[in-house]
């Protein structure tokens, strides 16, 4: 079945993913100062701060030079793309053919790692904020979205963008793992679905393994 296939394969890569950063962190301990991980405690314990102040607690205290940071940089856009990649695949299995978008596919890795960019440039600079949304009110978008759950899928990317540039690595695979089983759950048990409905996610059948194909019929004369 392609449910089990995509649950198995979601499960192994992130507890491969989990794994990976486990060992690290036990036999370098010391990383842990130098990796864009532990934002979200920072973003719970924080006092209350001024909103138009940025936070200085959500950076990785060990880096100090230059080296360190491209190190910090690279990790956090590389954790960014790694969780955005099962986010696509989410996609890949439980769309419906009739309105399949390869182009949000590929929004779905690339946007991700650009928000994690402009999150850091921005970051305690309320002046690049706003020049930042003046130079995204002069571009002009005009790819629409199909449908609102494609919208979704960008707003979990966003996410995991933002996750990323914060130094919470750790929250943006907990986005991706929660967002991806929940649609898995939902393209299961096919809720709210109604006889004549326009689908969003492809018709769910448990026994939608490939039919095995007939022989060839046999040559005649």
């Not at 491969?16 to 314990?45: C, D, H, S, W």
């Not at 305690?124 to 020049?131: D, K, M, P, Q, T």
């Amino acid at each position: 079945m392609r449910a089990l296939r995509l649950f198995i394969q979601l499960s192994v890569y992130y507890a491969i993913i989990v794994a990976l950063v486990l060992l690290a962190l036990r036999y370098f301990p010391n990383m842990q100062e130098y990796l864009p991980i532990g934002g979200v405690k920072e973003l719970i314990t924080q006092p209350d701060a001024n909103p138009l102040q940025g936070s200085n607690s959500i950076r990785a205290e060990g880096v100090g030079n230059f080296g360190e940071s491209l190190f910090w940089l690279t990790v956090a856009i590389v954790g960014a793309l790694l969780t955005s990649l099962p986010v696509s695949w989410v996609y890949m299995g439980v769309r419906n053919d009739d309105e399949y978008d390869q182009s949000l596919i590929n929004t779905i890795l690339i946007l991700p790692v650009v928000v994690t960019g402009i999150v850091i440039i921005v970051q305690n600079s309320l002046a690049l904020a706003f020049s930042l949304g003046g130079i995204a009110g002069a571009v002009r978008f005009k790819n629409s979205l199909k449908s609102s759950g494609d919208a979704l899928f960008i707003l979990l990317s966003i996410g995991i963008g933002l996750s990323a540039g914060i130094g919470a690595v750790e929250l943006s695979l907990m986005l991706s793992a929660a967002f991806n089983y929940c649609f898995l759950a939902l393209w299961v048990t096919e809720y709210g679905e109604r006889a004549g409905m326009k689908r969003y996610m492809s018709d769910f059948d448990p026994s939608d393994s490939p039919a095995p194909s007939s022989p060839p019929p046999p040559p005649v004369g």
